[in-house]
């Protein structure tokens, strides 16, 4: 009696052991997600229920238009070319949409399947989006191409790619090399009007740039997004744009342009210190100072394109080169003076060695004849002479000290040091020592003041 039990239990033990837990292994064993995913694909993108061909239905199963969510990650900006005037982004453009028609149930599911992932876009309705300022432009395609779309249960489609793009960016260069510039990324509806298809910004930050973005000469200063509809003859398209506002960096334009001018002009002015019979080295001196001028404002303006407006950096360098040239017009004239000088002191010489011979032939004359009135009769002849200069004099105080008569302290000091100088050629390198430093700076005050304070306001 006591055997019988133990022999049943023995062999419930070994009926489960053999034929419930297999069957169980074999039921886990059977679930194949992969195969339900391929299952839904099927279903819901078979030619009988779904035709890419047709746009999806308005918000709640409505006839309105399809609403297409939009964001962007800028990756990295290349280039920005002034000459161009274009910029070339690296960029992943998403697009969300609700396609009621790509329903699927996942409650027998326990949550495995969150979203069906295709990596193949023509399956599915898509936008007819482009980008309107567009030059250029390609899709990666190493390894894999890098594009995906996701199929959500409730409809829901997100379309996620990563381009390299070529945009059109017109640029205003009155304040260059101290302006900001503001590039354009349009997006547009090509066929699908307003009525069938909208875009719209997506909630939270549909814009967002790379934390590590670096530029060799902008800084990004602000990202704004903004809605561009267009109305054509054909009807109102959809249209979002994104504005870059770029910010140039000035220092790199101090160093390679600024400085190498001021010290080029400061260069030329080396000439007012040297002799004016020093030909030769005044004269080379002027002329390759000019020279290097010109072929820095020669480099500036080829890597610029020709517009029809001055720019900040052509005042700048049509100045620097103006003062370049006046000092080598300094030195012409201070030659010309040189030799105008050294015609009246050899004109000087000849009067007072005729004066000299003069003067030794009336006192002859005067020995010969002892009689007093041809004395008397040249005595007023000189006294008339020395009136004349007295007075000749006396007019140039008067014009030097004004007309009251009153002596200014300043114009009487400037007076006596300018005459300190018997040359005329060295007065006139005396004056522009003074005058060339004095005037340039002052344009650099009137220059910085004027462009800075546009630049501040724009």
């Known amino acids: ?106 409650k027998n599911l326990n949550g495995k399947i969150k979203y069906l992932t295709l990596v193949d876009s023509s399956k599915v309705w898509m936008p007819d989006l482009f980008f309107s300022n567009e030059k250029e432009g390609h899709f990666h395609n190493i390894i894999m191409p890098n594009l995906y779309v996701r199929i ?25 090399p101290l302006d900001r510039q503001k590039c354009m990324l349009s997006m547009v509806s090509y066929g699908w009007t307003t009525d069938d298809l909208v875009f719209l910004w997506r909630d939270g930050d549909p814009v967002q740039v790379n934390k590590n973005l670096q530029l060799p000469r902008f800084t990004l200063e602000k990202v704004s ?75 500036i303006n080829n890597s610029l394109p020709p517009v029809s407006y001055t720019k900040a950096i052509d005042v700048w360098t049509g100045v620097c080169l103006t003062f370049v040239f006046g000092a080598l017009l300094e030195f012409a004239l201070v030659n010309y003076a040189s030799r105008s000088d050294a015609h009246r002191e050899k004109l000087k010489k000849q009067r007072r060695q005729w004066e000299m011979e003069h003067a030794a032939a009336l006192e002859a004359q005067q020995a010969e004849h002892l009689d007093e009135v041809t004395g008397f009769a040249l005595k007023p002849l000189v006294r008339h002479s020395k009136d004349r200069e007295r007075a000749r004099r006396y007019e140039y105080e008067l014009h030097i000290n004004g007309l009251d008569g009153k002596r200014h302290p300043a114009a009487e000091c400037c007076k006596n040091w300018i005459s300190s100088f018997q040359m005329r050629s060295k007065r006139i390198d005396v004056i522009s020592r003074f005058i060339f430093p004095l005037v340039f700076a002052m344009f650099n005050l009137i220059y910085w003041t004027t462009y800075l304070f546009k630049e501040n306001e724009n």
């Open 1 to 106: 009696m006591i055997a019988q039990p133990s022999w049943l239990l023995w062999c419930s033990l070994c009926y489960f052991l053999i034929c419930v837990i297999p069957q169980h292994k074999g039921a886990e064993r059977k679930t194949n997600f992969r195969e339900i995913e391929k299952q839904i694909l099927d279903q819901i993108l078979g030619s009988k229920t779904y035709d890419r061909r047709i746009r999806p239905s308005g918000m709640n199963g409505t006839d309105g238009p399809a609403i297409i969510h939009i964001n962007l990650l800028f990756r990295s900006i290349a280039t920005i070319s002034d000459v161009k005037m274009e910029y070339s982004v690296q960029l992943t453009f998403r697009e969300e949409w609700l396609d009621e028609r790509l329903k699927y149930d996942t």
């Open 152 to 176: 959500f249960p409730d409809g829901g489609v997100l379309y996620s790619i990563r381009l390299s793009l070529t945009l059109a960016c017109p640029m205003n260069l009155k304040l260059y």
């Open 225 to 299: 997004t903004d809605y561009c509809n267009s109305k054509t003859n054909t009807g109102e398209y959809a249209c979002l744009k994104v504005d870059l506002i770029f910010k140039r960096e000035f220092s790199y334009y101090l160093i390679q342009i600024y400085i190498p001018c001021c010290m080029l002009v400061i260069v030329s002015w080396v000439s007012f210190w040297l002799d004016a019979n020093a030909v030769p080295a005044r004269v080379s001196l002027g002329v390759t100072t000019l020279l290097t001028m010109a072929t820095q404002t020669t480099g």
